[in-house]
């Protein structure tokens, strides 16, 4: 999500993840614009649901894609097996950099957060899986986002949850040009056009 800064605690190395989060963007923008983007967002539905079916979800926790963000909610609406489950939109707070999962019916986002972004007006739940966007990922299931370190600090403080990363193949990170931080928690998987990663 393309909202506030981190707080200051959790600023080390901001000028080399700015870097690398612009270089994401840029060969993002290059890939959604090409001839085979989509086929591969069709691919990523595909494989975002068929990772997920078997994760028998009560409640799961989506996010309202921006710029060029995967829409997994589209690819979850597109399959009735996922018409009974619950699910939720989150809700950032800017001031306390808080965020929270507000119960959701799958109708246009009736609220916007204090980010600007669509999001419930529900009452407030804690899915047991959430779909997590990311720019940029590792094999190891390590994530970047856009910078706002929203879902980060939720799945820290929720560490039962299943947590879903969705990315493009162009955002995969070399390990040794990406070293986690202390808040990064790593997804379970990472599911992008090619699969299960």
Do not use: Q
Not at 57 to 66: F, Q, T
Not at 129 to 142: E, I, Q, Y
Not at 171 to 190: I, S
Request: aromatic share 8%.
């Amino acid at each position: 999500m393309n909202v506030a800064p981190e707080p200051a605690a959790a600023r080390a190395g901001v000028p080399e993840r700015r870097a690398l989060r612009a270089r994401l963007v840029a060969g993002r923008d290059v890939f959604v614009a090409s001839a085979g983007f989509a086929a591969a967002n069709d691919a990523l539905s595909l494989h975002l649901r068929a990772a997920l079916v078997p994760l028998e979800p009560a409640c799961l926790g989506l996010y309202w894609p921006m710029r060029w963000e995967f829409n997994a909610v589209a690819a979850v609406a597109a399959d009735a097996v996922f018409d009974k489950v619950a699910r939720a939109l989150p809700y950032a707070r800017r001031l306390s950099h808080a965020m929270e999962f507000r119960n959701w019916g799958g109708e246009t986002p009736s609220a916007i957060d204090e980010c600007g972004i669509p999001a419930s007006d529900g009452a407030v739940v804690v899915p047991d899986v959430v779909v997590v966007p990311c720019l940029g990922f590792t094999r190891a299931g390590h994530r970047l986002g856009s910078g706002g370190g929203y879902f980060d600090r939720w799945l820290a403080a929720h560490p039962h949850v299943v947590a879903v990363g969705v990315a493009w193949d162009c955002g995969e990170l070399d390990p040794l040009a990406f070293a986690p931080e202390a808040h990064d928690v790593p997804l379970a998987l990472v599911v992008t056009e090619s699969g299960v990663r």
